[in-house]
């Protein structure tokens, strides 16, 4: 099972990255997840993706309305989008504090309720607060978050507020909600990927998003760290899925590019780790061409659901 | 044809970054380079690469010899060398220069590779040899007038501080006017991620290119858009990375925004390779148009193709 945790599908292009051409919707987005993307010589799709409004949409521009309507506006594409393809997009729901931290909390709540969100994110820098100072902002969210099981998706990779350490105090009075760190503490604005693979080794409720790392120190974290603290992102639009998918197939190969990695620990990464960590049911990696094509079109083909474990059928 | 600028086959691990498994040989290269890799649907392979030796081999190191001056240089390139000379048709010499061996003897080096072994690239590493490149400048010109003499074209290390902040060599870039310099894997490495500053100094200097290895991709795209479109060229940094990443990273530019911007596929292979040979003086080749194009060229990088 192929899930992307970071996707960006909009009717409206990012106001702050402006990036070029229509915007990119829901629909161009299937379709960009469908592939499909040779994996070790068998075709496969991302079966489904966490999909969020682009940041540059979710902080307030005049204009806007206020409070509680004003993130439900930031947030109603993504919550149409995935009532409309309930089988392939999960929602992820971006909070901004500036909007009030209670009224996020609470529109949390609501998007878990109605819409089966699974996630949240946060964008200090988008949003323009300290998160190691600001904890009265986070908290409201915090709290929900550990509520609902609902797991924290960081964007980390450039000051001054996205440092992957500045979390730390968040994460560590939020032991029970699992955080990942968005894009492995890389952006535009800097490299703090070892960071990341620190934090993630020492700390139990942390993990790292896959892309945006450099190919040659991925290599070098996924040998050290536990096999479940690894997830599929890509980040896309503006990315695109092939380049990461290669990122880590390649980890299969021998060294010095790859650790021998074996197919299972693979799929791991590319989808189950994070399956397990939201209560979506797991799946082998395909074994057969047959297999493979077969689960382009469906998720679970070939295998029995719903008896503790998916096995072939 | 493509052309990979950047890969470092070696028999000693790099001693610095201290890679896993056993040395990444000549001949695990060429087995790397000849893929196929799926680009546009058709089976590719690198054509070529631009060798030299790790970085982290290229220092004085205590029980690794205790050779100096030109002896430590040939030591240190005797691998490439040996590469070079065996796969005439896969491999280019790249060499390195490192002033703390003599400023003199390094020159010199450059002239006997470029003449003896038709080396076409040097290599400047400042972080690795530790010396500032916009105040060590004598360390620098004996070099560069070399290469100015003898049309080599320039690599730079760029990406991480305290050495190689791509604008700390504008003062060599801009004395050197008729060198050409390219702009190592994009301003990006693991201490450091300053693509904006080559994207703009290749914008704006006739003399300077970008290798697009390492580069954000959703940077690249942007960037692309923008460059003219002989100033971007296919390096991979192979090992550690591998090249299918970074092909895809060049493909994806064909697909529509926002993650492309349609580019043909002429463009496409300037980018690939053709650029570079022509900078060099290799014959360029066109894309495969077909798949038996392709799967010929898998063996030969002029079948189906005749040259001018």
Not at chain 1, 177 to 197: A, P
Not at chain 1, 275 to 296: C, H, N, S
Not at chain 2, 189 to 194: A, L, R
Request: proline letters at 9%; glycine letters at 10%.
């Amino acid at each position: 099972m192929i899930i992307d945790t970071h996707l960006h599908p909009t009717n409206l292009v990012d106001e702050a990255w402006r990036h070029t051409g229509t915007p990119f919707n829901g629909e161009r987005m299937l379709k960009l997840m469908d592939g499909p993307y040779m994996i070790n010589g068998k075709p496969r799709r991302i079966d489904m993706g966490f999909i969020q409004p682009p940041p540059g949409n979710t902080g307030y521009r005049d204009g806007n309305r206020m409070g509680r309507e004003g993130i439900r506006d930031y947030m109603a594409y993504i919550a149409e989008l995935c009532q409309k393809y309930p089988d392939r997009f999960i929602g992820n729901f971006n909070y901004n504090p500036r909007w009030g931290p209670e009224n996020g909390a609470a529109e949390l709540e609501f998007h878990v309720k109605e819409y089966g969100f699974k996630m949240l994110k946060l964008h200090a820098n988008m949003h323009g607060y300290r998160p190691d100072r600001a904890l009265d902002w986070l908290r409201p969210a915090m709290k929900k978050c550990a509520e609902l099981g609902v797991v924290v998706l960081i964007h980390t990779g450039d000051g001054p507020y996205t440092i992957p350490t500045m979390f730390y105090p968040i994460i560590r009075e939020f032991p029970m909600v699992n955080f990942i760190i968005g894009h492995f503490g890389i952006q535009t604005g800097g490299n703090y990927s070892f960071e990341s693979f620190w934090m993630a080794m020492d700390t139990p409720n942390v993990y790292c998003e896959s892309g945006w790392c450099f190919q040659s120190r991925i290599v070098e974290f996924a040998k050290e760290l536990p096999k479940n603290k690894i997830v599929f992102g890509t980040d896309s639009p503006p990315n695109e899925p092939g380049m990461w998918l290669r990122e880590l197939e390649v980890l299969c190969h021998e060294p010095p590019h790859g650790l021998g990695l074996s197919e299972d620990d693979l799929e791991g990464y590319l989808g189950n780790n994070i399956a397990k960590l939201v209560g979506i049911e797991p799946t082998p990696p395909p074994r057969t061409m047959d297999e493979a094509k077969a689960r382009l079109t469906d998720t679970y083909a070939g295998l029995r659901r719903n008896e503790g474990q998916v096995v072939p059928a | 044809m493509i052309i990979d600028i950047s890969c470092y086959p070696t028999k000693l691990v790099d001693l610095a970054w201290r890679h896993d498994g056993e040395p990444f040989t000549g001949e695990r290269l060429i087995k790397m380079m000849d893929g196929p890799y799926y680009v546009n649907g058709k089976p590719r392979r690198i054509d070529k690469a631009f060798i030299q030796p790790p970085q982290g081999n290229t220092i004085y190191t205590h029980g690794y010899g205790d050779l100096t001056g030109k002896a430590a240089i040939r030591d240190y390139m005797s691998y490439t060398v040996e590469m070079v000379r065996q796969y005439p048709d896969r491999f280019l010499g790249c060499f390195v220069y490192n002033p703390r061996y003599g400023t003199q003897n390094g020159a010199e080096e450059i002239e006997r590779h470029a003449k003896e072994y038709g080396f076409k690239m040097v290599q400047l590493q400042a972080n690795m040899h530790a010396y500032r490149p916009d105040r060590a400048l004598d360390w620098l010109r004996p070099a560069m007038k070399k290469c100015a003499d003898l049309g080599l074209i320039v690599k730079v290390h760029t990406g991480d501080g305290p050495y190689s902040i791509p604008t700390e060599f504008y003062p060599i870039i801009r004395e050197f006017p008729s060198v050409n310099f390219i702009l190592g894997h994009f301003g990006v490495q693991t201490g450091g991620v300053y693509v904006f500053e080559p994207f703009q100094m290749a914008m704006d200097a006739p003399n300077v290119y970008a290798e697009s290895g390492w580069c954000l991709q959703s940077r690249i795209v942007e960037f692309a858009k923008e460059l003219p479109k002989h100033k971007l060229l296919f390096g991979t940094d192979t090992p550690p990375n591998e090249p299918g990443m970074w092909l895809r990273l060049l493909e994806v530019l064909c697909h529509e925004p926002p993650q492309g911007l349609n580019l043909d596929e002429d463009t496409l292979e300037d980018y690939f390779g053709n650029n570079i040979a022509r900078m060099i003086g290799i014959e360029p080749t066109p894309p495969p148009r077909t798949m038996e194009d392709a799967q010929a060229r898998l063996k030969d990088s002029y079948a189906s193709f005749q040259p001018a």
